[in-house]
Structure formats: structure tokens, C-alpha cells
């Protein structure tokens, strides 16, 4: 939810691949659907995760490590089976975050050219694919930085829509109500 990657980038996700000195994710070309380098920028709260799990994960190749086998990533069931779990089955999937994220984000005036970039989407008009490279770095930082702000504000509002007095934890995934 902090990145939008897909779940095949984030469960292939490699120490390297991490630039913290700069908050960002470098992923390679050969784990990306659209085979093209993608730069994800880091929220303060996606630094503290990953700083967190490094803590954690005594040194191994894939930041989501498979529990069998540690030189392998986690499973690709993981994710939806923990879902399932919190109690999301057949409400969510992992990957649909992208299309939330999305969604909020045009919503709360972001431009769909700076949302499709960080979703690593490709552009469909063949013209404009031909000539368009921009990144938008410094408008996805900021945009990245919000979500990551609005998602911890919602952490933070309680069933009646008050805002509660816990503090807020961006590690932490908001279970259904009711």
C-alpha cells in the first residue's frame, strides 16, 4: 500500500535494490511486467518499514523471504492468504491497492500522468509512448508522501469516524470494521 508495486516486485524485492540514502527503490527491468527500469520513491513511512524489516532479516537476499527455503522469495500466496486472514476474503486483494490507490489519488487531484507513472503503467497510445520519458519524480515523491500520510490518518479514526488517540503506525493494515 505504500508503493503500489505489484505483488511480483514486492515478493521479488533484493537488498540491493534499495537506495535509503536517497528513499527510493530501484527495481530492475527483468522484474517489471513492462520490462523498464521503475523508480519507486519512498515515503518516510515505507523507510521506516523497510529499515524495520532489514532489522529482521539477518541478512538474506529477498527482503520477503519464503520461510521453507530463505534463498527463495515468499510465496506468491502469501499476501492474499494473510488478507484472507484479517478478514478480506472476497473483499480485497493485494494487488487491487494499486486500483485504491489509484482511485483516491485522481480523486484528491493528483494528475493520471504522475498515478500511471508510479504504477509502472505503460502508455497506450503508441505516438505518444514513442517520445513520452518523463518520470516526474518530484511530484510522485510528493504524491507517494501523502498517500502514505492519508492512509495514516485513516489508521488513526475510530469505527464512529472520531480520530482516536492512538499513535499512528504505517506497518499497520486497517481491518475490516463490524
Known amino acids: 500500500m505504500l508503493t503500489f508495486v505489484r505483488t511480483g516486485e514486492l515478493r521479488g524485492a533484493q537488498w540491493p535494490e534499495f537506495e535509503l540514502e536517497k528513499a527510493q527503490w530501484r527495481i530492475p527491468a527483468e522484474r517489471i511486467k513492462m520490462r523498464s527500469e ?64 489509484s482511485t483516491i489519488l485522481d480523486e484528491q487531484g493528483f494528475r ?9 503503467h505503460v502508455e497506450k497510445n503508441k505516438v505518444r509512448a514513442a517520445y513520452h520519458r518523463a518520470e516526474y519524480m518530484a511530484e510522485r515523491r510528493t504524491m507517494m508522501q501523502h498517500c502514505a500520510d492519508f492512509l ?4 488513526t479514526l475510530e469505527a464512529d469516524g472520531s480520530a482516536s488517540t492512538r499513535k499512528p503506525r504505517s506497518t499497520a493494515l486497517i481491518p475490516p470494521r463490524g
Request: aromatic letters at 10%; zero cysteines; a positive charge.
Open 38 to 101: 521503475h523508480i519507486v520513491p519512498l515515503s518516510r513511512q515505507a523507510l521506516e518499514v523497510i529499515r524495520e524489516l532489514h532489522k529482521l532479516n539477518d541478512g538474506r537476499r529477498y527482503v520477503y523471504f519464503n520461510q521453507a527455503d530463505h534463498e527463495k522469495p515468499m510465496s506468491e500466496n502469501t499476501m492474499i492468504y494473510a488478507l484472507y486472514r484479517m478478514g478480506y476474503h472476497s473483499r480485497a486483494t493485494a494487488h487491487g491497492f494499486r486500483a485504491t490507490a
Open 112 to 120: 493520471t500522468d504522475v498515478i500511471e507513472r508510479q504504477l509502472a
Open 152 to 155: 495514516d490518518g485513516l489508521y
